[in-house]
């Protein structure tokens, strides 16, 4: 008999509109400082990334916005619903990544958190550069274009 997993639940939160507004030049996979409470409601799914961006303070990442709601269970000692967390990477990612978001139009955005294997919450986020209305229109285009073959295969 196999032992049963304690993370069974799976937890992949997307921030959906990051794809349509943003290029991705890199992703990384991050670890992210939380509270005792924070992680049970990320493993209850109530998160929300739509707000949310990263920035560097004193030589390291933290991610600001991110709405995590407070635990449903918890009595006196919940957390602060929006707070600064601090994003866990290695030191030559962060050094390449500051030199890199410091040029114009580079930002660094999250795109999704998750629950890996081990029962770590994860954030992975992305070096991106903001799309221009005729990117984004040309993307619909495209998304329709094969939205229309699809079709036309099935027929």
């Known amino acids: 008999m196999s032992k049963p997993n304690r993370f069974e639940k799976i937890v992949n939160i997307k921030n959906k509109k990051v794809n349509f507004e943003f290029e991705f030049i890199d992703t990384y996979v991050t670890g992210v400082m939380l509270k005792g409470t924070e992680i049970k409601s990320i493993r209850e799914g109530k998160v929300s990334l739509t707000e949310a961006y990263c920035m560097f303070l004193d030589g390291e990442l933290y991610i600001r916005q991110m709405h995590i709601a407070p635990y449903s269970m918890a009595a006196s000692y919940n957390h602060v619903a929006v707070r ?70 099935f027929d």
């Open 84 to 153: 600064d967390r601090k994003l866990l990477l290695k030191k030559k990612e962060l050094e390449k990544l500051e030199t890199k978001s410091a040029e114009k139009g580079l930002a660094i955005i999250p795109v999704r958190i998750f629950i890996n294997d081990r029962g770590k919450a994860k954030l992975e986020i992305a070096l991106a550069r903001g799309k221009k209305t005729h990117d984004k229109r040309q993307d619909l285009k495209e998304k329709d274009a094969k939205r229309e073959l699809q079709r036309m295969a």
